[in-house]
């Protein structure tokens, strides 16, 4: 799956993953590598990776588009899932890390308590993104409740430096009372815009998502982007984070095909939504990745 060109090697530590996918060509924009201030949370990036060994032309290693995905123990498979979809696809060289709360607990830069309305354990964590990447470069946060269809080369084509974030700028008020595994469902502005965010993270503006600021700040300003000026939020098609039961697809408009899907209700992964809206999609993936796991053991 990772392409004649690439040599793997994979080194496992204890529950951590890391992944260093190099594929394909360089880009324009510059994904700088990762580089992390506190050292016990390099680490932990640093303790399980899987590395290939592709260089460019005059030998050097390509730059890397780095994605964190957000993690919780309940949703470890869709985690694996999203991953493995993002890897599969990628025509770019990419760096997969999950966001994991008790990593982050560990290394010192994470102490919020949970809170009762929290569906997951990444609902805040999530906005580490810029100090996890040393705020250099471009870098993504994504749920792991997504399924990527297209490149994600893609969606770096439509990267703009002048903005400090980019997302799909949903108008989204749910109608369910609960979600996933029994969860409580909340409204609020600008629902599902965090949920998959693009981060100039060398932007001055994205230097206040410090440690700090995301242990102690309200669900408004960070969910909100309060911190931003409105003009800073440029917009991604919404096709990049299409909204199971609330996006539609229509016939014979290439435009609203979904390029990366989000069962933001729930998953099949969840016994109660395991015939959603394109569930089969999400079946299939996890069943060829659990294929191509039971060949590397």
Same mark, same amino acid.
């Given at each position: 799956m990772y392409g004649s060109n690439s040599t793997v090697e994979r080194r496992d530590h204890g529950s951590i993953c890391s992944e260093y996918f190099l594929k394909g060509r360089r880009k324009k924009?510059?994904?700088?590598?990762?580089?992390?201030?506190?050292?016990? %949370?390099?680490?932990?990036?640093?303790?399980?990776?899987m590395t290939s060994d592709v260089k460019k032309s005059n030998g050097e290693e390509p730059l890397k588009l780095k994605i964190f995905i957000g993690y919780d123990p309940r949703e470890d498979l869709a985690y694996e899932v999203c991953r493995y979809s993002i890897l599969k696809r990628a025509s770019i060289p990419v760096e997969v890390t999950p966001i994991k709360q008790s990593e982050l607990r560990k290394a010192g830069v994470y102490w919020r308590e949970r809170g009762k309305l929290e569906s997951t354990e990444f609902s805040f964590s999530r906005f580490l993104t810029p100090y996890l990447a040393n705020y250099e470069g471009w870098a993504m946060f994504v749920d792991c409740d997504f399924l990527y269809l297209n490149d994600i080369d893609e969606l770096c084509e439509i990267i703009d430096d002048k903005f400090a974030v980019m997302c799909v700028q949903h108008d989204y008020t749910p109608k369910e009372k609960t979600k996933m595994d029994g969860a409580v469902?909340?409204?609020?502005?600008?629902?599902?815009?965090?949920?998959?965010?693009?981060? !100039?993270?060398?932007?001055?503006? !994205?230097?206040? %998502?410090?440690?700090?600021?995301? !242990?102690?700040?309200? @669900?408004?300003?960070?969910?909100?982007?309060?911190? %931003?000026?409105?003009?800073?939020? @440029?917009?991604?098609?919404?096709v990049w984070n299409f909204l199971v039961g609330h996006n539609k697809v229509v016939e014979g408009d290439p435009s609203t095909f979904p390029k990366a899907i989000h069962y933001t209700l729930g998953g099949p992964w969840f016994e109660?939504?395991?015939?959603?809206?394109?569930?089969?999609?999400?079946?299939?993936e996890m069943e060829e990745y659990k294929a191509v796991v039971q060949k590397q053991e």
């Open positions: 924009n510059g994904f700088s590598r990762i580089s992390i201030y506190s050292p016990s %949370l390099y680490k932990w990036i640093a303790m399980s990776t469902q909340t409204v609020y502005p600008r629902k599902n815009w965090s949920s998959m965010v693009l981060y !100039n993270c060398g932007h001055p503006k !994205n230097k206040v %998502l410090t440690p700090e600021v995301v !242990n102690s700040e309200s @669900g408004a300003f960070l969910h909100r982007f309060q911190w %931003l000026d409105d003009d800073e939020i @440029g917009e991604v098609p919404f109660a939504w395991k015939d959603c809206e394109f569930g089969d999609l999400w079946i299939k």
